[in-house]
T-cell receptor, first 112, second 112 residues
Framework: ETGVTQSPTHLIKTRGQQVTLRCSSQSGHNTVSWYQQALGQGPQFIFQYYREEENGRGNFPPRFSGLQFPNYSSELNVNALELDDSALYLC???????????FGSGTRLTVV | GESVGLHLPTLSVQEGDNSIINCAYSNSASDYFIWYKQESGKGPQFIIDIRSNMDKRQGQRVTVLLNKTVKHLSLQIAATQPGDSAVYFCAERAGGGNKLTFGTGTQLKVEL
């Protein structure tokens, strides 16, 4: 059984640029969620995808968007990067009923 | 609004002692709770979960207790080891919801 994998592990971007982060869900999981974790804080829910559609969204602006593919993998896209977007971005997969939440190791994004 | 918080930001214990990490939640609709361990530079690692129809659940060296009357959750780690040093988060899921709400975390330090 493979776990949740994310890429890249680290990324440095300039303010105003766009970024795409990728996630492969754990085998058997069809739901993917994205979280933002600022330094010293708990993860904050960005959104969730199920059956290739957004299935719930947290308090994040529209410049945060995502995709889910038929193989359940997912992308997180952030446009017009701001300095405050610097954080660890975590992907989690789960079964449809919301149990078995498993996180990846995250992508550390630094915006300069 | 809903929130999950932790009473102690830092907990220091001696190796071999038992550790207790506490968590308060405010959403009475929460039906599922998870404890995660997060080491520096890594994603949250699942430790143990509990559903709201249970009061206690045990794993290997860990026990989670849920008191719905006072909206309190605790994680007990038996015979704490240096490898247990990390930040511990409790997370809750509101009934029928699709996201986890995390607290800010407790830093557990194991002293030799």
């Amino acid at each position: 059984e493979t776990g949740v994998t994310q890429s890249p592990t680290h990324l440095i971007k300039t303010r105003g640029q766009q970024v795409t982060l990728r996630c492969s869900s754990q085998s058997g999981h069809n739901t993917v969620s994205w979280y933002q974790q600022a330094l010293g804080q708990g993860p904050q829910f960005i959104f969730q995808y199920y059956r290739e559609e957004e299935n719930g969204r947290g308090n994040f602006p529209p410049r945060f968007s995502g995709l889910q593919f038929p193989n359940y993998s997912s992308e997180l896209n952030v446009n017009a990067l701001e300095l405050d977007d610097s954080a660890l971005y975590l992907c989690a997969s789960s079964s449809r009923d919301g149990y078995g939440y498993t996180f990846g190791s995250g992508t550390r994004l630094t915006v300069v | 609004g809903e929130s999950v918080g932790l009473h102690l930001p830092t907990l220091s214990v001696q190796e071999g002692d038992n550790s207790i990490i506490n968590c308060a939640y405010s959403n009475s609709a929460s039906d599922y709770f998870i404890w995660y361990k997060q080491e520096s530079g890594k994603g949250p690692q699942f430790i143990i979960d509990i559903r709201s129809n249970m009061d206690k659940r045990q794993g290997q060296r860990v026990t989670v207790l849920l008191n719905k009357t006072v909206k309190h959750l605790s994680l007990q780690i038996a015979a704490t080891q240096p490898g247990d040093s990390a930040v511990y988060f409790c997370a809750e899921r509101a009934g029928g919801g699709n996201k986890l709400t995390f607290g800010t975390g407790t830093q557990l330090k194991v002293e030799l």
